[in-house]
C-alpha cells in the first residue's frame, strides 16, 4: 500500500483565494481525519470522517473551512477565502477499527501570503 | 476533552546522553500510542501501551504505562542523532483522537 497520499505537498497562496486540499486514505480504513499543524498550537483535530460521513467538525475553525469525502478512497478540505493566519501543515490521517493506529500522509504546508 | 500535556517541550541533548519525556492526562487512557515525527513528514506509529504498569521496549526506546493509566514515558537510551523529532502521545484511535502537545527533541552529534 502506497500509504496515505496527500497532495499537493506545498501550496502558496494569496489572501482571498481559494485553497482546495487533496487526501486518499489507506484502501480498508473506513475513518478519515484531517488535522491542522502549527507552532503554537500543535497537531490540531479539525474534522473526521466514518464511512465516508462527517461525525465532528467541531475543530473546523469557522465557516471558511469545509470538507467533504465523496468516496471511501478521497476527501478535500478547502478554504475559501484563505487568510495568512491559516498558514500552518495540514495533514490527513486514516484508520479502522482493526489498524493498529492513525497512518498519516506526508502533509501539506500551506503558506498564505 | 482530555488533555494531554507532555514535557519537556523542547530537549536538545548530545549524541549518547539518555532521556526521558512524559505524557499526562487528565483522565485515565484506555490505551495509549507513541508517534514520532520527523521534519517534513507525517507522524509515525512507535507504540501502544494497554494495560497499567505496562513497559515495552523498541530496540533503545523504552516506554512505560502508568499504573493509573493517566501517565506514560518515553526513556531513550544512548541517543543518536536519527532519534531527533518531536514525540507525540494519543489516545489509541475511537472516542477520542487528541494528540498531545509534543517534545520536540535533539540530538546533537
Known amino acids: 500500500d502506497a500509504g496515505v497520499i496527500q497532495s499537493p505537498r506545498h501550496e502558496v497562496t494569496e489572501m482571498g483565494q481559494e485553497v482546495t486540499l487533496r487526501c486518499k486514505p489507506i484502501?480498508?480504513?473506513?475513518?478519515l481525519f484531517w488535522y491542522r499543524q502549527t507552532m503554537m498550537r500543535g497537531l490540531e483535530l479539525l474534522i473526521y470522517f466514518n464511512n465516508n460521513v462527517p461525525i465532528d467538525d467541531s475543530g473546523m475553525p469557522e465557516d471558511r473551512f469545509s470538507a467533504k469525502m465523496p468516496n471511501a478512497s478521497f476527501s478535500t478540505l478547502k478554504i475559501q477565502p484563505s487568510e495568512p493566519r491559516d498558514s500552518a501543515v495540514y495533514f490527513c490521517?486514516?484508520?479502522?477499527?482493526?489498524?493498529?493506529?492513525?497512518?498519516f500522509g506526508s502533509g501539506t504546508r500551506l503558506t498564505v501570503v | 476533552t482530555q488533555l494531554l500535556e507532555q514535557s519537556p517541550q523542547f530537549l536538545s541533548i548530545q549524541e549518547g546522553e539518555n532521556l526521558t519525556v512524559y505524557c499526562n492526562s487528565s483522565?485515565?487512557?484506555?490505551?495509549l500510542q507513541w508517534y514520532r515525527q520527523e521534519p517534513g513528514e507525517g507522524p509515525v506509529l512507535l507504540v501502544t501501551v494497554v494495560t497499567g504498569g505496562e513497559v515495552k521496549k523498541l530496540k533503545r526506546l523504552t516506554f512505560q504505562f502508568g499504573d493509573a493509566r493517566k501517565d506514560s514515558s518515553l526513556h531513550i537510551t544512548a541517543a543518536q542523532p536519527g532519534d531527533t523529532g518531536l514525540y507525540l502521545c494519543a489516545e489509541l484511535p475511537g472516542n477520542q483522537f487528541y494528540f498531545g502537545t509534543g517534545t520536540s527533541l535533539t540530538v546533537i552529534p
Open positions: 483522565s485515565v487512557f484506555s490505551s
Open positions: 490521517a486514516s484508520t479502522s477499527e482493526g489498524a493498529r493506529g492513525y497512518t
Open positions: 484502501s480498508g480504513h473506513n475513518s
